[in-house]
């Protein structure tokens, strides 16, 4: 069976193990400069590298566990205990667990009983990961109240989905509340990471796929799909047309929908209606510590980031040459004023921003720092999205996808490119039931 997989970051390289494994040929076409995708790194100091955009394990992670050992990684995995704290009203409260929710300041003793009552729901209560037309703020202003969701809510789905906010399901919540739940013990929350960065798993992956006779091109998108009698039977690039018995498109919906139009206008259209968050990563490697915990949500008005995530409260310094690596994120669309802005005005907008976020100028203890910005970073996933993701096997004949909709109603992971990758590829009719399947909710739909 020769396959086409279009599009080399983790779903790309996932799949193309999986069906090497088995025996496919196998050609993966990338159109940058190198694989990785959304796992890319660079270099943050000598022999050092990190990613564009934060990435992390979940202890409950059967599937990438399972890649990680086939691959000889295991001993690499590195799993640490994670701290969050709530920017709220000009403080850094910390919020690991029952103890902090109940003593946050920013709300009522009532609104704090509310709000625990509400997560506990969404976590643990059966159905409500299934409830697709409830919109989530609309459901937490009746479980949680105004209090505890003007607070808390409200801030937090604003940074992640910007005015499309109110129209996010309970059903999104649910699961991204359950997908970290499954990762504590007790209050203590535990979050994995690979050893010299996740740069060494898709090295590895590559070199396996290669091994396994799988062929690589970097610097090759496809331009257009070649179509016999209404079925796929191959791919156009620059250079030349691949013959394939199936095509595999992992890119995101919206490249698809451009590369089908002309085969099936309809199917074009459905992929279209998929709306797109691009994330925005300000990168900066420090003197010294500036948050004194791992992952800082921002519900504070008036600030370009939402979260302020520093790796090195995850991964030490030593790991990175004694730099303090830091993240600062947000997630917008491509027309808004701050994905149009120069990097060199946003980084000083954010470093006025931390000074008062932190109290100080973060300017003396600056090493360095970087800019990236990935336009199809998360779906817009609406009221009633399982309508909306594709299937793996695509109304026409020969192609198939492995898109982030299909993780739905859970959120991107490198686990979950690994679950619907192998969603893919069963649908291709390639055996994956070695693969173990562990509790996340993604690759329910489509």
Not at 149 to 162: H, Y
């Amino acid at each position: 069976m020769d396959v086409v997989v279009i599009g080399a970051g983790a779903t790309g390289l996932a799949a193309g193990y999986l069906l090497s494994r088995k025996g496919a040929d196998v050609t993966i076409l990338e159109a940058s400069s190198r694989p990785g995708g959304l796992l890319s790194t660079f270099e943050v100091g000598k022999e050092h590298r990190l990613e564009y955009f934060y990435h992390h394990f979940f202890t409950h992670d059967a599937e990438i566990h399972w890649l990680l050992d086939e691959l000889g990684l295991s001993d690499r995995t590195i799993y640490r205990p994670a701290t969050m704290g709530v920017f709220r009203d000009a403080t850094i409260h910390p919020f690991n667990g029952p103890t902090d929710v109940l003593s946050f300041p920013a709300m009522s003793v009532w609104a704090r009983l509310r709000f625990g009552l509400s997560a506990s729901m969404l976590t643990y209560l059966p159905g409500v990961e299934d409830d697709e037309q409830t919109p989530a703020l609309e459901w937490f202003r009746r479980w949680a109240g105004e209090e505890a969701t003007e607070a808390i809510w409200e801030p937090m789905m604003d940074v992640k989905f910007g005015d499309a906010a109110d129209r996010i399901p309970v059903a999104w919540m649910a699961g991204r509340l359950r997908q970290r739940a499954r990762s504590r013990e007790g209050t203590e929350e535990k979050l994995g990471y690979l050893e010299g960065s996740l740069q060494v798993l898709v090295n590895r992956l590559v070199a396996v796929i290669q091994e396994e006779g799988a062929d690589l091109q970097c610097d090759t998108p496809v331009e257009q799909l070649a179509v016999e009698d209404g079925r796929v039977t191959g791919v156009v690039t620059s250079e030349e047309t691949m013959n394939a018995d199936a095509v595999l498109s992992t890119v995101p919906t919206p490249i698809l929908a451009r590369l089908v139009e002309e085969t099936d206008a309809e199917y074009a259209s459905s992929l279209r209606q998929i709306e797109y968050m691009g994330a925005i990563c300000t990168i900066l490697s420090l003197k010294e510590s500036l948050s004194p915990v791992y992952w800082l949500n921002v519900a504070d008005s008036g600030f370009s980031f939402g979260g302020v995530i520093e790796q090195t409260r995850l991964i030490p310094p030593d790991e990175y040459g004694g730099r303090h690596l830091v993240y600062l994120s947000r997630y917008v669309h491509s027309d808004h004023a701050l994905w149009k802005k120069r990097k060199d005005h946003l980084i000083e907008q954010q470093m006025n921003e931390l000074k008062r976020l932190f109290g100080r100028d973060v300017g003396p203890i600056l090493n360095d720092h970087w800019l990236f910005r990935g336009r199809f970073a998360a779906p817009i996933t609406g009221l009633g999205f399982s309508q909306l993701v594709p299937s793996y096997d695509s109304p026409v004949p020969g192609l198939f996808t492995a898109c982030m909709p299909q993780v739905y109603p859970d959120e991107r992971s490198t686990n979950n490119s690994i679950r619907i990758a192998a969603g893919a590829v069963d649908a291709m009719g390639v055996d994956t039931s070695f693969l173990p399947q562990g509790p996340s909710l993604a690759g329910r739909h489509g």
